[in-house]
């Protein structure tokens, strides 16, 4: 038989997942349209991140290395 502690814990993940369905009917999700455009500007950013970070910092840190080291 199920004890008064078991009914509650029960019921509060009854409720979490009832209040987490009525949240999420809120969402305003966005178009399939939109969700490219936004995914091409990630892919976009990440494009010249990458490119910032691993030719230019690379080479300033290949720099400041060459100098400290006097190689």
Known sequence: MA???DSKKQNAI???TRETVGELRKVSWPTRQEAW???LV???????????LGVIIDGIARQLLTLLLGA
């Open 3 to 5: 004890t008064k502690k």
């Open 14 to 16: 009854q409720r979490f």
């Open 37 to 39: 455009q936004l995914t």
């Open 42 to 52: 990630v892919l976009v950013v990440l494009f010249f991140m990458a490119i910032f």
